[in-house]
């Protein structure tokens, strides 16, 4: 599989210079015209994933492999960008960002520069199934999946509910428990051809339906030694963490960007009234500022593993989910009608909001975890 797949790490452009205005012209003139159609047709945008990949939006941020040194804050602004426009397409981004995270931190150096380095251009696309696993190390679930040693690799099977930026062609990371040593775990990529393995693509959702998420089903996936991030993860999972949940915050940046921009707009006609309305965009604008130069200092260090540091990222990416339905129910409010017509922005962007605080780690363990963190 990986002979198939050119490692040319010289295709991936710097973050420097006109960067980050390339991706916004990609989202501008490639993407905007196509979001409504993403919403309700739930149409999967190969080719504007294809160009960003081009335009080096999955590379920025590798410690590894971009020439920089890795800059997390750059690639929270390249899905800021696109966000602005369509969370589902961010997401997607997001979910390419972390299968190239996940591979470029490994210390399997044949797979960062073959697989890693075409993900990174955006050659091969992917994505993360996490979700189970970071659920079941937080005391919430039970591991999916299972691995039997066999020789040269292990034979995985289990079932896993949604994994996004999907399709023929494309990979997953994955972590499986070992089946004959409880509560040790292996992560790996996986290929979505591999032989044994199903996606199954049965559900509609609010919103994010042009993500191409599917529900996996494995059996007896055969998976090879090479395609092993770590074995087992327990000295790997620190370093992954922080760089995991900090960039997610970047499609909600863009999110609560877009909102208040439709604010902006509305009080353009209805600024008479809505300025009695309790949220403005102006007090909206002023947070997020200071989220972001919050977000922007943590994804500084992201292989810091103090548990202060681990607090902070966690109570940010809290604030960011909060923030992002505040944002997208303030755009509501301000919009009015032309905001609850179907198709209407305001209520797209309501329906995707909840998705940032869904998304794991949700609200809801989020808040479990920092309960639980001694202080
Ligand atoms: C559009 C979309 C894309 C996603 N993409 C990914 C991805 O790329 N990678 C990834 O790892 N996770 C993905 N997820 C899962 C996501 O990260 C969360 O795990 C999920 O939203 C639920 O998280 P929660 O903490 O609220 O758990 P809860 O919803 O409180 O609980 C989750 C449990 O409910 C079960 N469940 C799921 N759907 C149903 C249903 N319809 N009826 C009954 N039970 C159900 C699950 O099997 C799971 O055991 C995606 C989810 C959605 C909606």
């Given at each position: 599989m990986l002979d198939t797949i050119t490692g040319d790490a010289s295709a991936i452009s710097p973050a420097t210079g006109d960067w980050l205005e390339r991706i916004r012209t990609i989202g501008e003139q490639q993407l905007a015209p196509m979001v409504r159609r993403i919403d309700a047709?739930?149409?999967?945008p190969e080719a504007v994933m294809r160009a960003l990949g081009g335009a080096g939006a999955f590379a920025a941020h590798l410690p590894k492999l971009a020439p920089e040194g890795g800059d997390l804050a750059a690639a929270i602004r390249a899905m800021a960008a696109i966000g602005e426009h369509c969370l589902s397409t961010a997401f997607c981004m997001w979910c390419q960002n972390a299968l190239a995270w996940y591979i470029d931190c490994s210390e399997n150096a044949s797979l960062r520069q073959s697989l890693g380095a075409a993900v990174a251009r955006g050659a091969a696309l992917g994505g993360t199934g996490l979700s189970n696993p970071m659920k079941t190390l937080f005391g919430i679930e039970t591991i999916r999946l299972t691995g039997r040693r066999v020789a040269g690799g292990y034979r995985v099977s289990g079932l896993l509910p949604w994994v996004s930026?999907?399709?023929?062609g494309h990979y997953f990371a994955g972590i499986f428990e070992d089946a004959e040593r409880p509560k040790r775990y292996v992560m790996a990529a996986i290929p979505?051809?591999?032989?044994g393995l199903r996606l199954a693509d049965g559900a509609r959702f609010?919103?994010?339906?042009?993500?191409?998420t599917y529900a996996l089903r494995l059996r007896e996936v055969f998976v090879p030694e090479a395609m092993l991030l770590a074995d087992p993860i327990d000295a790997y999972l620190p370093r992954i963490r922080a760089g995991f949940v900090l960039l997610q915050t970047g499609m909600a940046f863009g999110l609560i960007e877009g909102c208040i921009r439709l604010m902006r707009q509305a009080g353009v006609s209805l600024g008479h009234v809505n300025r009695?309305?309790?949220?403005?965009p102006d007090a909206i604008a002023e947070d997020l500022a200071s989220l972001i130069a919050r977000v922007e200092r943590l994804a500084a260090t992201p292989f810091e593993t103090g548990p202060a540091y681990w607090r902070a990222v966690l109570t940010a990416r809290l604030q960011v989910g909060e923030a992002a339905v505040e944002a997208a129910h303030a755009a509501m409010l301000h919009c009015g009608a032309r905001g609850y017509v179907t198709t209407g922005t305001a209520q797209r962007r309501l329906r995707e909001a909840y998705f940032v605080a869904i998304l794991t780690p949700a609200t809801k363990q989020l808040r479990k975890m920092l309960a639980e963190m001694p202080h």
């Open positions: 047709e739930g149409v999967y930026n999907l399709g023929a979505c051809d591999s032989e609010l919103a994010l339906d042009g993500s191409a009695y309305l309790p949220q403005q």
